[in-house]
Protein backbone atom coordinates (compact mmCIF):
# COMPACT_ATOMS: atom_id res chain seq x y z
CA UNK A 1 0.00 0.00 0.00
CA UNK A 2 1.22 3.73 -1.12
CA UNK A 3 1.76 5.84 1.81
CA UNK A 4 -0.37 8.96 2.11
CA UNK A 5 0.92 12.01 2.02
CA UNK A 6 0.12 13.16 5.42
CA UNK A 7 2.23 9.76 6.90
CA UNK A 8 5.01 10.83 4.58
CA UNK A 9 5.31 14.36 6.49
CA UNK A 10 5.00 13.21 9.70
CA UNK A 11 7.84 10.32 9.46
CA UNK A 12 9.80 13.49 7.80
CA UNK A 13 9.20 15.27 11.20
CA UNK A 14 10.17 12.61 13.10
CA UNK A 15 13.32 12.21 11.16
CA UNK A 16 14.43 15.69 12.21
CA UNK A 17 16.74 16.38 14.50
CA UNK A 18 15.26 17.10 18.45
CA UNK A 19 15.93 20.93 18.34
CA UNK A 20 14.13 21.56 14.84
CA UNK A 21 11.44 19.47 16.00
CA UNK A 22 11.05 21.44 18.93
CA UNK A 23 11.32 24.63 17.26
CA UNK A 24 8.46 23.86 14.70
CA UNK A 25 6.09 22.33 17.37
CA UNK A 26 6.54 25.29 19.10
CA UNK A 27 5.80 27.61 16.37
CA UNK A 28 2.58 26.48 15.49
CA UNK A 29 1.09 28.09 18.63
CA UNK A 30 2.82 31.43 18.48
CA UNK A 31 2.08 31.67 14.78
CA UNK A 32 -1.36 30.86 15.66
CA UNK A 33 -0.88 33.66 18.49
CA UNK A 34 0.62 36.13 16.33
CA UNK A 35 -2.18 35.96 13.57
CA UNK A 36 -5.27 35.94 16.25
CA UNK A 37 -3.52 38.90 17.81
CA UNK A 38 -2.89 40.87 15.10
CA UNK A 39 -6.85 40.81 13.75
CA UNK A 40 -8.02 40.99 16.92
CA UNK A 41 -5.82 44.21 16.95
CA UNK A 42 -7.34 45.34 13.65
CA UNK A 43 -10.87 44.44 14.93
CA UNK A 44 -10.19 46.64 17.91
CA UNK A 45 -8.96 49.51 15.84
CA UNK A 46 -12.53 49.18 13.86
CA UNK A 47 -14.20 49.12 17.05
CA UNK A 48 -13.30 52.28 18.72
CA UNK A 49 -13.50 52.93 22.66
CA UNK A 50 -15.86 50.49 23.65
CA UNK A 51 -16.53 51.38 26.99
CA UNK A 52 -17.59 47.17 27.87
CA UNK A 53 -14.04 46.64 26.22
CA UNK A 54 -11.10 46.99 29.29
CA UNK A 55 -8.71 49.64 28.93
CA UNK A 56 -5.81 47.68 28.69
CA UNK A 57 -7.02 46.68 24.95
CA UNK A 58 -8.86 49.26 24.01
CA UNK A 59 -8.26 51.25 20.60
CA UNK A 60 -9.03 54.58 20.03
CA UNK A 61 -8.22 55.48 16.48
CA UNK A 62 -10.69 58.48 15.85
CA UNK A 63 -12.67 55.97 13.12
CA UNK A 64 -14.05 53.55 15.19
CA UNK A 65 -17.46 52.29 15.70
CA UNK A 66 -17.38 53.69 18.95
CA UNK A 67 -16.57 57.16 17.64
CA UNK A 68 -19.37 57.18 15.48
CA UNK A 69 -21.42 56.20 18.43
CA UNK A 70 -20.05 59.13 20.58
CA UNK A 71 -20.48 61.69 18.02
CA UNK A 72 -23.87 60.55 17.41
CA UNK A 73 -25.13 61.21 20.92
CA UNK A 74 -22.74 64.26 21.21
CA UNK A 75 -25.43 65.69 18.06
CA UNK A 76 -28.45 63.87 20.70
CA UNK A 77 -26.91 65.96 23.57
CA UNK A 78 -27.45 69.12 21.40
CA UNK A 79 -30.50 68.53 20.38
CA UNK A 80 -32.08 67.77 23.85
CA UNK A 81 -30.92 71.15 24.98
CA UNK A 82 -32.82 72.94 22.08
CA UNK A 83 -36.02 70.60 22.89
CA UNK A 84 -35.34 71.37 26.96
CA UNK A 85 -36.26 74.54 26.12
CA UNK A 86 -39.46 73.97 24.55
CA UNK A 87 -41.92 74.48 27.75
CA UNK A 88 -40.23 77.77 28.60
CA UNK A 89 -40.68 78.98 24.00
CA UNK A 90 -43.90 77.44 24.56
CA UNK A 91 -44.85 79.84 27.36
CA UNK A 92 -43.80 82.96 25.99
CA UNK A 93 -45.45 82.02 22.52
CA UNK A 94 -48.70 81.73 24.83
CA UNK A 95 -48.21 84.56 27.17
CA UNK A 96 -47.53 86.84 23.33
CA UNK A 97 -50.48 85.60 22.02
CA UNK A 98 -52.88 86.61 25.37
CA UNK A 99 -51.03 90.14 24.83
CA UNK A 100 -51.69 90.17 21.36
CA UNK A 101 -55.56 88.76 21.65
CA UNK A 102 -56.66 91.86 24.09
CA UNK A 103 -55.01 94.46 21.48
CA UNK A 104 -56.50 92.74 18.59
CA UNK A 105 -60.20 92.92 20.49
CA UNK A 106 -60.04 96.69 20.73
CA UNK A 107 -59.61 97.43 16.35
CA UNK A 108 -62.64 96.38 14.44
CA UNK A 109 -62.90 93.36 12.10
CA UNK A 110 -63.22 94.43 8.72
CA UNK A 111 -67.19 93.28 9.30
CA UNK A 112 -67.85 95.51 11.92
CA UNK A 113 -66.81 98.55 10.11
CA UNK A 114 -70.40 100.13 9.74
CA UNK A 115 -70.79 98.88 13.48
CA UNK A 116 -67.99 101.53 14.13
CA UNK A 117 -70.96 104.45 12.50
CA UNK A 118 -73.64 103.02 14.53
CA UNK A 119 -71.22 103.45 17.63
CA UNK A 120 -70.08 106.97 16.69
CA UNK A 121 -73.67 107.94 16.46
CA UNK A 122 -74.97 106.14 19.78
CA UNK A 123 -72.25 107.99 21.35
CA UNK A 124 -73.16 111.53 20.43
CA UNK A 125 -76.86 110.61 20.80
CA UNK A 126 -75.55 109.43 24.77
CA UNK A 127 -74.08 112.64 25.75
CA UNK A 128 -76.12 113.72 28.69
CA UNK A 129 -78.57 116.90 28.47
CA UNK A 130 -77.30 118.01 31.74
CA UNK A 131 -73.84 118.37 30.62
CA UNK A 132 -74.06 119.56 27.47
CA UNK A 133 -75.71 119.67 23.28
CA UNK A 134 -74.58 117.25 20.53
CA UNK A 135 -75.75 117.17 17.29
CA UNK A 136 -74.13 114.66 14.56
CA UNK A 137 -74.89 116.22 11.31
CA UNK A 138 -73.08 114.18 9.09
CA UNK A 139 -70.48 111.11 9.10
CA UNK A 140 -68.12 110.50 5.99
CA UNK A 141 -66.12 107.01 6.21
CA UNK A 142 -62.93 107.45 3.87
CA UNK A 143 -60.95 104.03 3.95
CA UNK A 144 -57.42 104.29 2.80
CA UNK A 145 -57.01 101.26 1.30
CA UNK A 146 -53.23 102.10 -0.09
CA UNK A 147 -52.32 103.28 3.64
CA UNK A 148 -51.71 99.66 5.40
CA UNK A 149 -50.77 101.04 8.58
CA UNK A 150 -48.55 97.51 9.38
CA UNK A 151 -48.24 94.20 8.04
CA UNK A 152 -47.35 91.09 9.81
CA UNK A 153 -47.30 86.79 9.03
CA UNK A 154 -50.63 87.12 11.09
CA UNK A 155 -52.16 89.85 9.43
CA UNK A 156 -52.61 93.35 8.00
CA UNK A 157 -53.86 96.75 9.85
CA UNK A 158 -55.80 99.65 7.51
CA UNK A 159 -56.46 102.98 8.29
CA UNK A 160 -60.19 104.08 8.47
CA UNK A 161 -61.00 107.57 8.98
CA UNK A 162 -64.86 109.41 10.13
CA UNK A 163 -65.53 112.81 9.14
CA UNK A 164 -67.74 114.15 11.43
CA UNK A 165 -69.98 117.29 11.14
CA UNK A 166 -71.13 117.95 14.80
CA UNK A 167 -72.43 121.12 16.43
CA UNK A 168 -73.04 121.70 20.06
CA UNK A 169 -71.92 123.49 23.27
CA UNK A 170 -68.23 123.58 24.31
CA UNK A 171 -69.50 121.14 27.17
CA UNK A 172 -70.91 118.71 25.18
CA UNK A 173 -68.43 118.36 22.32
CA UNK A 174 -65.71 118.11 24.94
CA UNK A 175 -68.06 115.02 26.52
CA UNK A 176 -68.50 113.59 23.25
CA UNK A 177 -64.71 113.25 22.37
CA UNK A 178 -63.99 111.97 26.10
CA UNK A 179 -66.91 109.24 24.95
CA UNK A 180 -64.96 108.41 21.66
CA UNK A 181 -61.86 108.65 23.22
CA UNK A 182 -62.86 105.90 26.52
CA UNK A 183 -64.47 103.71 24.07
CA UNK A 184 -63.90 100.01 24.16
CA UNK A 185 -63.47 100.23 20.34
CA UNK A 186 -59.94 101.60 19.66
CA UNK A 187 -60.27 105.35 17.99
CA UNK A 188 -58.11 108.30 17.81
CA UNK A 189 -59.16 112.25 17.26
CA UNK A 190 -56.88 112.98 14.62
CA UNK A 191 -57.76 116.74 14.16
CA UNK A 192 -60.80 118.68 15.58
CA UNK A 193 -61.65 122.12 14.15
CA UNK A 194 -63.71 124.11 16.59
CA UNK A 195 -65.30 127.45 15.11
CA UNK A 196 -67.40 129.15 18.00
CA UNK A 197 -70.97 129.67 17.36
CA UNK A 198 -72.26 133.34 16.89
CA UNK A 199 -72.59 135.83 20.10
CA UNK A 200 -76.04 137.36 20.09
CA UNK A 201 -77.48 140.06 22.07
CA UNK A 202 -80.76 138.97 23.79
CA UNK A 203 -82.91 142.09 22.95
CA UNK A 204 -85.51 140.76 25.49
CA UNK A 205 -83.48 140.95 28.79
CA UNK A 206 -82.16 144.41 30.58
CA UNK A 207 -78.89 144.94 30.01
CA UNK A 208 -79.27 142.92 27.10
CA UNK A 209 -77.87 138.92 27.64
CA UNK A 210 -75.43 137.21 25.18
CA UNK A 211 -76.61 134.43 23.67
CA UNK A 212 -74.14 131.93 22.86
CA UNK A 213 -74.71 130.21 19.29
CA UNK A 214 -73.83 126.28 19.20
CA UNK A 215 -69.71 125.75 17.85
CA UNK A 216 -69.52 124.22 14.56
CA UNK A 217 -66.65 121.28 14.90
CA UNK A 218 -65.14 119.16 12.09
CA UNK A 219 -63.44 115.77 13.74
CA UNK A 220 -61.54 113.42 12.20
CA UNK A 221 -61.46 110.04 14.03
CA UNK A 222 -59.16 107.44 12.94
CA UNK A 223 -59.52 103.63 13.72
CA UNK A 224 -57.78 101.00 11.81
CA UNK A 225 -59.18 98.01 10.61
CA UNK A 226 -57.35 94.47 11.57
CA UNK A 227 -57.83 91.83 8.51
CA UNK A 228 -56.36 88.39 9.60
CA UNK A 229 -54.38 86.94 7.37
CA UNK A 230 -56.59 84.69 4.68
CA UNK A 231 -59.85 86.49 5.65
CA UNK A 232 -59.24 89.22 2.94
CA UNK B 1 4.65 -14.74 34.89
CA UNK B 2 7.04 -12.47 36.46
CA UNK B 3 8.53 -9.81 34.37
CA UNK B 4 11.59 -8.47 35.40
CA UNK B 5 13.03 -4.98 34.36
CA UNK B 6 16.44 -5.12 33.47
CA UNK B 7 16.72 -1.17 32.58
CA UNK B 8 18.55 1.41 35.25
CA UNK B 9 15.67 3.58 36.90
CA UNK B 10 16.32 6.20 34.93
CA UNK B 11 15.27 4.82 31.70
CA UNK B 12 11.99 2.84 33.20
CA UNK B 13 9.34 4.26 31.50
CA UNK B 14 6.10 4.73 34.20
CA UNK B 15 2.61 5.43 33.50
CA UNK B 16 1.88 8.43 35.83
CA UNK B 17 5.25 10.44 34.27
CA UNK B 18 4.40 12.85 31.42
CA UNK B 19 6.46 14.35 28.14
CA UNK B 20 7.45 17.88 29.46
CA UNK B 21 8.04 18.65 25.83
CA UNK B 22 4.66 17.61 25.22
CA UNK B 23 3.15 19.57 28.48
CA UNK B 24 4.80 22.39 27.04
CA UNK B 25 3.53 22.50 23.66
CA UNK B 26 0.12 21.64 24.90
CA UNK B 27 0.20 25.02 27.19
CA UNK B 28 1.55 27.03 24.29
CA UNK B 29 -1.34 26.02 22.49
CA UNK B 30 -3.73 26.53 25.10
CA UNK B 31 -2.48 30.07 25.44
CA UNK B 32 -2.54 30.63 21.68
CA UNK B 33 -6.42 30.34 22.25
CA UNK B 34 -6.74 33.42 24.43
CA UNK B 35 -5.67 36.04 21.68
CA UNK B 36 -8.35 33.17 19.38
CA UNK B 37 -10.85 33.67 21.73
CA UNK B 38 -10.57 37.51 22.26
CA UNK B 39 -10.71 37.66 18.50
CA UNK B 40 -13.46 36.07 18.49
CA UNK B 41 -15.19 37.71 21.39
CA UNK B 42 -14.11 41.24 19.63
CA UNK B 43 -15.63 40.20 16.48
CA UNK B 44 -18.70 38.25 16.96
CA UNK B 45 -20.49 40.12 19.91
CA UNK B 46 -18.20 43.91 20.70
CA UNK B 47 -18.68 44.72 16.54
CA UNK B 48 -22.36 43.60 15.80
CA UNK B 49 -23.32 45.36 19.52
CA UNK B 50 -21.56 48.42 18.00
CA UNK B 51 -23.20 48.20 14.90
CA UNK B 52 -26.34 48.10 16.96
CA UNK B 53 -26.10 50.49 19.30
CA UNK B 54 -25.01 52.70 16.47
CA UNK B 55 -28.42 52.51 14.72
CA UNK B 56 -30.30 52.77 17.71
CA UNK B 57 -28.81 56.42 18.38
CA UNK B 58 -29.40 57.38 14.32
CA UNK B 59 -32.70 56.28 14.83
CA UNK B 60 -32.95 58.62 18.19
CA UNK B 61 -30.88 61.24 16.31
CA UNK B 62 -34.05 61.44 13.76
CA UNK B 63 -36.53 61.40 16.13
CA UNK B 64 -34.90 64.07 18.21
CA UNK B 65 -33.78 66.22 15.32
CA UNK B 66 -37.27 66.61 14.35
CA UNK B 67 -38.55 67.62 17.80
CA UNK B 68 -35.87 70.29 17.99
CA UNK B 69 -36.56 70.84 14.44
CA UNK B 70 -40.33 71.98 15.98
CA UNK B 71 -38.97 74.13 18.72
CA UNK B 72 -37.01 75.97 16.75
CA UNK B 73 -39.54 77.01 14.67
CA UNK B 74 -41.71 77.50 17.88
CA UNK B 75 -38.97 80.08 18.70
CA UNK B 76 -38.89 81.38 15.16
CA UNK B 77 -42.43 82.11 15.79
CA UNK B 78 -41.96 84.62 19.12
CA UNK B 79 -40.12 86.83 17.14
CA UNK B 80 -43.42 87.21 14.86
CA UNK B 81 -45.56 87.15 17.30
CA UNK B 82 -43.46 89.88 19.03
CA UNK B 83 -43.69 91.79 15.31
CA UNK B 84 -47.33 91.60 15.47
CA UNK B 85 -47.60 92.22 18.92
CA UNK B 86 -44.99 95.91 18.41
CA UNK B 87 -47.16 96.88 15.15
CA UNK B 88 -50.94 96.54 17.46
CA UNK B 89 -49.87 98.03 20.53
CA UNK B 90 -47.61 100.90 18.85
CA UNK B 91 -50.57 101.66 16.83
CA UNK B 92 -52.35 101.72 20.37
CA UNK B 93 -49.91 103.56 21.85
CA UNK B 94 -50.17 106.66 19.48
CA UNK B 95 -53.48 108.09 20.80
CA UNK B 96 -53.43 111.24 22.15
CA UNK B 97 -56.40 112.44 24.26
CA UNK B 98 -58.06 115.47 23.85
CA UNK B 99 -61.14 115.96 26.01
CA UNK B 100 -58.89 116.51 29.22
CA UNK B 101 -56.66 119.02 27.56
CA UNK B 102 -59.81 121.07 25.95
CA UNK B 103 -60.98 121.00 29.26
CA UNK B 104 -58.44 122.57 30.83
CA UNK B 105 -58.10 124.93 27.93
CA UNK B 106 -61.48 126.57 28.53
CA UNK B 107 -61.04 125.91 32.35
CA UNK B 108 -57.88 128.61 31.64
CA UNK B 109 -59.33 130.48 29.39
CA UNK B 110 -62.61 131.23 31.92
CA UNK B 111 -60.80 131.35 34.83
CA UNK B 112 -61.50 134.69 37.20
CA UNK B 113 -57.37 134.81 37.48
CA UNK B 114 -57.39 137.55 34.66
CA UNK B 115 -57.51 140.55 35.89
CA UNK B 116 -59.11 143.33 34.02
CA UNK B 117 -59.76 140.98 30.65
CA UNK B 118 -61.61 138.86 29.81
CA UNK B 119 -59.84 135.81 27.17
CA UNK B 120 -61.86 133.74 24.54
CA UNK B 121 -60.93 131.24 21.56
CA UNK B 122 -63.12 132.06 18.41
CA UNK B 123 -61.32 129.64 16.27
CA UNK B 124 -59.37 126.37 17.16
CA UNK B 125 -58.02 123.50 14.81
CA UNK B 126 -56.05 121.10 16.20
CA UNK B 127 -54.16 118.64 13.82
CA UNK B 128 -50.84 116.64 13.45
CA UNK B 129 -47.77 117.94 12.72
CA UNK B 130 -44.60 116.81 11.74
CA UNK B 131 -42.25 118.72 13.26
CA UNK B 132 -41.87 120.69 16.80
CA UNK B 133 -41.19 123.89 17.87
CA UNK B 134 -37.76 122.80 18.58
CA UNK B 135 -37.12 122.39 15.30
CA UNK B 136 -37.70 117.76 14.36
CA UNK B 137 -37.14 116.71 17.75
CA UNK B 138 -39.81 114.29 16.92
CA UNK B 139 -37.45 113.47 14.31
CA UNK B 140 -34.39 113.17 16.79
CA UNK B 141 -36.07 111.66 19.30
CA UNK B 142 -36.23 108.31 16.53
CA UNK B 143 -39.62 109.07 15.49
CA UNK B 144 -40.99 107.93 19.12
CA UNK B 145 -42.84 111.05 19.39
CA UNK B 146 -46.00 112.66 18.47
CA UNK B 147 -46.75 116.44 17.38
CA UNK B 148 -49.87 118.23 17.57
CA UNK B 149 -50.53 121.89 16.11
CA UNK B 150 -53.10 123.34 18.59
CA UNK B 151 -53.32 126.74 16.79
CA UNK B 152 -56.45 128.86 17.85
CA UNK B 153 -58.00 132.90 17.18
CA UNK B 154 -58.06 134.91 20.51
CA UNK B 155 -60.01 137.62 21.41
CA UNK B 156 -59.16 139.74 24.62
CA UNK B 157 -61.30 142.19 25.84
CA UNK B 158 -59.74 144.34 28.30
CA UNK B 159 -61.09 147.73 30.29
CA UNK B 160 -58.41 149.50 29.97
CA UNK B 161 -56.99 150.28 26.25
CA UNK B 162 -53.39 151.54 27.54
CA UNK B 163 -53.14 148.22 29.58
CA UNK B 164 -53.86 146.19 26.16
CA UNK B 165 -49.93 145.67 26.39
CA UNK B 166 -49.70 144.58 30.31
CA UNK B 167 -53.27 142.17 29.15
CA UNK B 168 -51.59 140.35 26.33
CA UNK B 169 -48.29 139.73 28.29
CA UNK B 170 -50.42 138.48 31.64
CA UNK B 171 -52.33 136.37 29.41
CA UNK B 172 -48.66 134.75 27.82
CA UNK B 173 -47.24 134.51 31.61
CA UNK B 174 -50.23 132.42 33.23
CA UNK B 175 -50.79 130.78 30.19
CA UNK B 176 -46.98 129.22 30.66
CA UNK B 177 -47.25 128.98 34.26
CA UNK B 178 -50.57 127.22 34.15
CA UNK B 179 -51.37 123.34 34.60
CA UNK B 180 -53.04 123.33 31.43
CA UNK B 181 -49.75 124.44 29.61
CA UNK B 182 -47.14 122.02 31.45
CA UNK B 183 -49.34 118.82 32.08
CA UNK B 184 -50.75 118.71 28.21
CA UNK B 185 -47.38 118.54 27.58
CA UNK B 186 -47.02 121.80 25.44
CA UNK B 187 -43.73 123.08 24.08
CA UNK B 188 -41.83 126.02 24.11
CA UNK B 189 -43.68 129.18 25.02
CA UNK B 190 -47.04 130.49 24.33
CA UNK B 191 -45.56 133.79 22.33
CA UNK B 192 -43.52 131.88 20.46
CA UNK B 193 -45.69 132.46 17.54
CA UNK B 194 -46.72 135.87 18.39
CA UNK B 195 -46.78 138.00 15.47
CA UNK B 196 -48.35 141.53 17.27
CA UNK B 197 -51.59 142.99 17.63
CA UNK B 198 -54.18 146.04 17.09
CA UNK B 199 -55.94 147.03 19.76
CA UNK B 200 -59.07 148.25 18.85
CA UNK B 201 -61.75 150.14 21.18
CA UNK B 202 -65.02 149.19 21.16
CA UNK B 203 -67.44 151.88 22.01
CA UNK B 204 -70.37 149.10 21.60
CA UNK B 205 -69.20 147.01 25.20
CA UNK B 206 -66.62 149.57 26.41
CA UNK B 207 -63.76 147.48 26.01
CA UNK B 208 -60.17 147.07 23.97
CA UNK B 209 -60.38 144.30 22.14
CA UNK B 210 -57.14 142.21 20.49
CA UNK B 211 -57.71 139.72 18.21
CA UNK B 212 -54.33 137.54 17.62
CA UNK B 213 -53.30 133.98 16.49
CA UNK B 214 -51.32 131.81 18.08
CA UNK B 215 -50.17 128.37 17.02
CA UNK B 216 -48.86 126.10 19.86
CA UNK B 217 -47.39 122.19 19.72
CA UNK B 218 -48.23 119.84 21.88
CA UNK B 219 -45.91 116.43 21.71
CA UNK B 220 -46.46 113.31 23.27
CA UNK B 221 -44.28 110.76 23.81
CA UNK B 222 -45.31 107.36 22.59
CA UNK B 223 -43.85 104.04 24.38
CA UNK B 224 -43.84 101.23 22.30
CA UNK B 225 -43.64 97.51 24.04
CA UNK B 226 -40.41 97.18 22.67
CA UNK B 227 -39.22 100.38 24.62
CA UNK B 228 -41.40 98.89 27.73
CA UNK B 229 -39.73 95.98 27.90
CA UNK B 230 -36.69 97.82 27.93
CA UNK B 231 -35.33 96.61 24.71
Redesign the interface.
Known amino acids: MAESPLAKYVAQFKALPKQQRLGIAFAIPAAIAGIAGYLTWGALALLGPDPDVPNLLRRDTGSGKWNEINATQGEIDAKMLVIAERDKIRKQLDALQAEITVAEERLPREAEKSMMREVIQRLARDVPADIGVVNLKSVRINEDAAASRGTSSKGELWSMTFNLDVEGDINGIIKFIDSVEKNPRFMIVNSISIRSGEVRADGSSQPPKPLFGMHSVRIDLITYVYAKKGSK | MILINLLPPELRKTRRQVDP ?1 LA ?2 IA ?2 V ?2 L ?3 G ?2 VW ?2 QV ?2 P ?3 R ?2 EE ?2 E ?2 QR ?2 A ?2 EQ ?2 Q ?2 G ?2 A ?6 E ?3 S ?2 A ?7 T ?2 DF ?1 NHLISPNWQGFEV ?9 TSTTSAGSRAAKAGGNQKAFSFRGRFKLLGEDKSKAGDYINAFFSRTEASPFWKVQGFEDKPERTYRGDQPEWRKDIDRVAVDFTLEWVRVKNVVTASAKAGR
Open positions: VGWAMISVPIAMVKRLNAAVARQELRTEAVEERQIEFEKHRMIILLQKVFWAHLDISCTDLQILP
